[in-house]
């Protein structure tokens, strides 16, 4: 009964969102007021639905209805209530739910704060909204329909796939999802701006927060991923350029490109066209990289053609969405020229070529991920690059980028001179040289050199552009957020390029056969095995190594790497022993047994592992700083449109921001 | 105070705007470039979708396994000749093949049931790569052959990674089977295959 209710809300999700796509943009068109009044409602309604729908799939999951094909096929009696939960996410069907769910939160969220815009602004964006809800909630019930029946019911279900039994799962996905259709937001204001044929100052005013939001939560999705692969798979990586990583990846380097060049639309009223363009390839490619994902297209060509429907499906919708918008925008994009000019010396060209770097980075990391399905269409075979294709390509454009950032933070808008920047930098710049010789002469690596001395390089100009701005310490604190922000998010690149470097770079690792009571030296450290016993855990068995690490006769840390077999699955899985060190992790990973008890055991030295997520978290607090300055909670401008939604969710952004002087 | 900074603004827009739109309106050539750049990857992806793997059929079936001998993977060597042992079966696999990793769980689940000898051609890989990926995912093969340079692969006929030949206890290839293995792959068409070579007399 209860999932029959889920599928109901889901069919009624439809009808709302079928409502919000057409009359609101109907009324805008029209300039009926009634009809652009329906949007707040509607977005209200779909919102309701979809949580009603997700919370019956959630109930099937607790309740152990193995009468609903997703729950048997993902969960069973043993697994513990949380991951029963998570499990709601945990493959196609329910993570196409949450996607849905998530999509409708941020349309609400838009709607809550539409009195802020424009009417005819807020109803386009609402509609655009509304109509990729359409396309997700057809999706959902016409091939991938979450609450469909198993008759006669199983008895036991099978198990949630043992990878995605981790505190990882539970987080990281809805942290992700809210990145990914966060960037639903700029791209609807992108194509109401299109729609209406004008992008200005307030049309940036009013993107920039909802990107920055988005972005936030994409960094904070990303590096979640990536810390869990570091300690979920055993493999000691922590980035592993696979199709799915990039698919994630690449819409963040897209948003970030994205933040930069609002700021100059905003500032200049330039780069509007390309402004609005990128808006648009941000959600377009989160778009494919959630069903690249999620269909398999690019894990298998062949995979794909398995299911037809759903293939099919999803390249139409992606034609309407992603072909309609850039359609649009070929149509309309010549009336947004913008108006100022700069030379080529000025903090427009800067971020010009930030953007330029970031959209080469994203179009070669989209080209290595659907190189095999390039080749084969091509008839050459599937052929697959790797981490060799994206580090040769990404590696230099990243090192430029880096540099761009001090010149970018400390160039004046539309005109400047190298010797005024010059006595600015200088101190900087002998700081990140001297840190690089240091670097060099610590580790013997070049590329560390350049890794510390391209950190201190940034860290240091953003700490030079704040004394360019206060006078007094005091001032410190009366910095615009905007600016706390994008300083913050700086250091916080600073960190991870520091930290991507240093582990790249001196990472030692040792593969050795280790048995009872042998111990081994890896990096200054000695790693003693104990030996092997087992155990259990609520749905596995596991063998679990004891290894004790001591310096220079200190005690250290004591590791307990895992292999698991879960109940139910064949696979084998391994769980990492990890010391973490804000200088450096100890990890180590069983192999296999090689008999007399003796394992081959993967023991590594990462040093600065940790600073790759503090830099991603540093960058999401720079972000949601940014995104939280008073000068987006302005009061709105005449003619919005007043609704009760906003009394109900506290209308906190009703309160008239405070205007600096 | 702040209403009237915002209509400032706008008013300074409107009119760089409205001056923008009246010096070129009108659709530029350089505006449909992202439209062509997607039609063209809504091309490939189509014709991703239309492409049956199942359709290359092998000159090779039916006729006798090339004989070689690869350096192993996690050490020893792998010759051909063991594969007549039973009928068995020869999985191409790398690391670098995101596709190997959805017929992973099957190689796996088949490797566990003995049904039959899992041996692996590691196609194309770097050697440290393959150990931890096959430390990572789990190790069906009884060994796996390490053709870096992919040699075994072209006197196989290797057309994509991941590839499945079915060996016969004579030594010749008695079905190729392209792309990952899925269930019905298994259930249907390679289990009974395997099962009427068992019977097979030597």
Same mark, same amino acid.
């Given at each position: 009964?209860?999932?029959?209710?889920?599928h109901f809300a889901l069919i009624l999700a439809l009808l709302t969102a079928l409502v919000l796509a057409v009359a609101p943009f109907a009324g805008a068109v029209?300039?009926?007021?009634?009809?652009?009044?329906?949007?707040?409602?509607?977005?209200?309604?779909?919102?309701?639905?979809?949580?009603?729908?997700?919370?019956?799939?959630?109930?099937?999951?607790?309740?152990?209805?193995?009468?609903?094909?997703?729950?048997?096929?993902?969960?069973?009696?043993?697994?513990?209530?949380?991951?029963?939960?998570?499990?709601?996410?945990?493959?196609?069907?329910?993570?196409?739910l949450l996607w849905s769910l998530i999509l409708s939160g941020w349309t609400l969220a838009v709607a809550a704060r539409s009195r802020s815009l424009p009417r005819?602004?807020?109803?386009?964006?609402?509609?655009?909204?509304?109509?990729?809800?359409?396309?997700?909630?057809?999706?959902?019930?016409?091939?991938?329909?979450?609450?469909?029946?198993?008759?006669?019911?199983?008895?036991?279900?099978?198990?949630?796939?043992?990878?995605?039994?981790?505190?990882?799962?539970?987080?990281?996905?809805?942290?992700?999802?809210?990145?990914?259709?966060?960037?639903?937001?700029?791209?609807?204001?992108?194509?109401?701006?299109?729609?209406?044929?004008?992008?200005?100052?307030?049309?940036?005013?009013?993107?920039?927060?909802?990107?920055?939001?988005?972005?936030?939560?994409?960094?904070?999705?990303?590096?979640?991923?990536?810390?869990?692969?570091?300690?979920?798979?055993?493999?000691?990586?922590?980035?592993?350029?696979?199709?799915?990583?990039?698919?994630?990846?690449?819409?963040?380097?897209?948003?970030?490109?994205?933040?930069?060049?609002?700021?100059?639309?905003?500032?200049?009223?330039?780069?509007?066209?390309?402004?609005?363009?990128?808006?648009?390839?941000?959600?377009?490619?989160?778009?494919?990289?959630?069903?690249?994902?999620?269909?398999? /297209?690019?894990?298998?060509?062949?995979?794909?053609?398995?299911?037809?429907?759903?293939?099919?499906?999803?390249?139409?919708?992606?034609?309407?969405?992603?072909?309609?918008?850039?359609?649009?925008?070929?149509?309309?994009?010549?009336?947004?020229?913008?108006?100022?000019?700069?030379?080529?010396?000025?903090?427009?060209?800067?971020?010009?070529?930030?953007?330029?770097?970031?959209?080469?980075?994203?179009?070669?990391?989209?080209?290595?991920?659907?190189?095999?399905?390039?080749?084969?269409?091509?008839?050459?075979?599937?052929?697959?690059?790797?981490?060799?294709?994206?580090?040769?390509?990404?590696?230099?454009?990243?090192?430029?980028?880096?540099?761009?950032?001090?010149?970018?933070?400390?160039?004046?808008?539309?005109?400047?001179?190298?010797?005024?920047?010059?006595?600015?930098?200088? /101190?900087?710049?002998?700081?990140?040289?001297?840190?690089?010789?240091?670097?060099?002469?610590?580790?013997?690596?070049?590329?560390?050199?350049?890794?510390?001395?391209?950190?201190?390089?940034?860290?240091?100009?953003?700490?030079?552009?704040?004394?360019?701005?206060?006078?007094?310490?005091?001032?410190?604190?009366?910095?615009?957020?905007?600016?706390?922000?994008?300083?913050?998010?700086?250091?916080?690149?600073?960190?991870?390029?520091?930290?991507?470097?240093?582990?790249?770079?001196?990472?030692?690792?040792?593969?050795?056969?280790?048995?009872?009571?042998?111990?081994?030296?890896?990096?200054?450290?000695?790693?003693?095995?104990?030996?092997?016993?087992?155990?259990?855990?609520?749905?596995?068995?596991?063998?679990?190594?004891?290894?004790? /690490?001591?310096?220079?006769?200190?005690?250290?840390?004591?590791?307990?790497?895992?292999?698991?077999?879960?109940?139910?699955?064949?696979?084998?899985?391994?769980?990492?022993?990890?010391?973490?060190?804000?200088?450096?992790?100890?990890?180590?990973?069983?192999?296999?047994?090689?008999?007399?008890?003796?394992?081959?055991?993967?023991?590594?030295?990462?040093?600065?592992?940790?600073?790759?997520?503090?830099?991603?978290?540093?960058?999401?607090?720079?972000?949601?700083?940014?995104?939280?300055?008073?000068?987006?909670?302005?009061?709105?401008?005449?003619?919005?449109?007043?609704?009760?939604?906003?009394?109900?969710?506290?209308?906190?952004?009703?309160?008239?921001?405070?205007?600096?002087? | 105070?702040?209403?009237?900074?915002?209509?400032?603004?706008?008013?300074?827009?409107?009119?760089?705007?409205?001056?923008?739109?009246?010096?070129?309106?009108?659709?530029?050539?350089?505006?449909?470039?992202?439209?062509?750049?997607?039609?063209?990857?809504?091309?490939?992806?189509?014709?991703?979708?239309?492409?049956?793997p199942g359709v290359v059929s092998s000159p090779l079936v039916g006729r006798a396994l090339p004989a070689f001998v690869l350096p192993g993977v996690r050490g020893?060597?792998?010759?051909?000749?063991?594969?007549?042992?039973?009928?068995?079966?020869?999985?191409?696999?790398?690391?670098?093949?995101?596709?190997?990793?959805?017929?992973?769980?099957?190689?796996?689940?088949?490797?566990?049931?003995?049904?039959?000898?899992?041996?692996?051609?590691?196609?194309?890989?770097?050697?440290?790569?393959?150990?931890?990926?096959?430390?990572?995912?789990?190790?069906?093969?009884?060994?796996?052959?390490?053709?870096?340079?992919?040699?075994?692969?072209?006197?196989?006929?290797?057309?994509?990674?991941?590839?499945?030949?079915?060996?016969?206890?004579?030594?010749?290839?008695?079905?190729?089977?392209?792309?990952?293995?899925?269930?019905?792959?298994?259930?249907?068409?390679?289990?009974?295959?395997?099962?009427?070579?068992?019977?097979?007399?030597?």
């Open positions: 009964m209860i999932p029959e209710l889920g029209r300039s009926d007021p009634r009809w652009m009044a329906m949007a707040p409602s509607a977005a209200a309604g779909l919102f309701v639905f979809h949580l009603l729908a997700f919370a019956c799939l959630a109930w099937a999951f607790a309740a152990n209805d193995f009468s609903v094909l997703y729950v048997a096929m993902n969960s069973n009696v043993l697994l513990p209530l949380h991951y029963r939960i998570a499990a709601v996410w945990g493959a196609h069907e329910g993570s196409l005819e602004v807020s109803a386009r964006v609402l509609a655009v909204l509304g109509f990729i809800a359409v396309g997700f909630l057809c999706f959902m019930l016409f091939t991938s329909n979450p609450f469909a029946r198993l008759l006669p019911a199983a008895i036991e279900g099978r198990d949630l796939n043992p990878l995605l039994q981790d505190i990882g799962l539970i987080v990281h996905p809805p942290v992700l999802y809210m990145g990914y259709v966060g960037l639903a937001v700029p791209f609807a204001f992108a194509v109401a701006a299109l729609a209406e044929g004008r992008v200005d100052a307030a049309w940036t005013r009013w993107t920039r927060p909802w990107t920055t939001i988005a972005w936030t939560f994409l960094t904070l999705g990303i590096a979640g991923g990536s810390w869990w692969a570091y300690y979920e798979l055993g493999w000691g990586g922590w980035w592993f350029w696979d199709p799915v990583e990039n698919a994630s990846f690449i819409p963040w380097l897209a948003a970030t490109a994205l933040i930069h060049s609002l700021a100059v639309a905003e500032k200049r009223d330039t780069f509007k066209a390309w402004t609005v363009l990128l808006a648009i390839f941000g959600f377009s490619l989160s778009l494919l990289g959630t069903f690249i994902v999620r269909s398999g /297209v690019l894990v298998s060509v062949h995979a794909f053609a398995n299911d037809p429907e759903r293939g099919v499906f999803i390249l139409a919708f992606l034609g309407l969405v992603v072909g309609g918008a850039l359609a649009l925008y070929a149509w309309r994009a010549g009336r947004l020229a913008g108006g100022g000019r700069f030379a080529v010396f000025s903090r427009e060209t800067m971020l010009l070529a930030n953007n330029v770097l970031l959209t080469v980075a994203a179009a070669a990391v989209l080209l290595g991920t659907l190189y095999p399905l390039l080749m084969d269409s091509l008839g050459l075979g599937q052929i697959s690059v790797g981490r060799p294709y994206f580090d040769r390509i990404f590696v230099p454009l990243m090192v430029p980028l880096a540099g761009l950032v001090a010149l970018g933070m400390l160039a004046r808008w539309k005109r400047d001179r190298a010797a005024r920047l010059a006595p600015l930098l200088g /101190v900087v710049l002998a700081a990140a040289a001297a840190g690089g010789i240091a670097a060099a002469l610590l580790a013997h690596s070049a590329a560390a050199a350049l890794g510390a001395g391209l950190a201190l390089w940034i860290a240091g100009s953003t700490v030079r552009s704040i004394v360019e701005r206060v006078r007094r310490p005091r001032d410190l604190l009366r910095l615009p957020r905007g600016v706390m922000g994008m300083s913050l998010a700086h250091v916080g690149f600073a960190v991870t390029l520091t930290g991507v470097c240093f582990v790249s770079v001196l990472e030692v690792e040792q593969v050795v056969r280790l048995a009872p009571g042998d111990s081994v030296e890896v990096a200054g450290h000695d790693f003693r095995f104990e030996g092997v016993h087992d155990a259990a855990g609520p749905n596995y068995r596991a063998r679990r190594a004891e290894i004790v /690490v001591t310096r220079k006769g200190r005690p250290v840390a004591r590791l307990a790497p895992e292999k698991r077999t879960y109940a139910g699955q064949a696979q084998q899985m391994t769980e990492a022993g990890i010391d973490p060190g804000f200088t450096r992790d100890l990890y180590a990973a069983l192999g296999e047994p090689l008999g007399g008890g003796a394992w081959s055991v993967r023991l590594h030295y990462k040093p600065f592992v940790r600073w790759i997520w503090l830099g991603a978290i540093l960058m999401a607090i720079g972000g949601a700083l940014a995104a939280s300055d008073h000068r987006y909670r302005r009061r709105a401008a005449t003619g919005g449109i007043r609704d009760p939604l906003r009394a109900l969710l506290g209308g906190e952004g009703a309160a008239p921001g405070a205007e600096r002087p | 105070m702040s209403g009237m900074s915002v209509d400032g603004i706008r008013a300074g827009e409107t009119r760089n705007g409205r001056g923008g739109a009246s010096r070129r309106s009108g659709v530029k050539v350089s505006f449909l470039v992202p439209l062509a750049l997607f039609a063209a990857l809504a091309g490939l992806l189509y014709s991703g979708l239309q492409r049956n020893g060597e792998l010759r051909s000749e063991v594969l007549r042992e039973e009928p068995s079966l020869l999985n191409v696999w790398a690391s670098w093949c995101a596709a190997c990793r959805v017929e992973h769980p099957l190689l796996l689940r088949l490797a566990a049931s003995g049904e039959a000898p899992i041996y692996g051609l590691n196609y194309k890989d770097e050697r440290g790569d393959a150990v931890r990926w096959l430390d990572r995912f789990g190790d069906p093969y009884r060994r796996s052959g390490h053709d870096r340079a992919g040699e075994v692969g072209l006197d196989l006929g290797v057309y994509g990674v991941p590839e499945t030949f079915v060996i016969d206890r004579d030594g010749g290839i008695a079905y190729k089977h392209i792309g990952p293995i899925a269930t019905k792959d298994w259930e249907e068409t390679i289990r009974p295959l395997l099962r009427r070579l068992r019977k097979e007399p030597r």
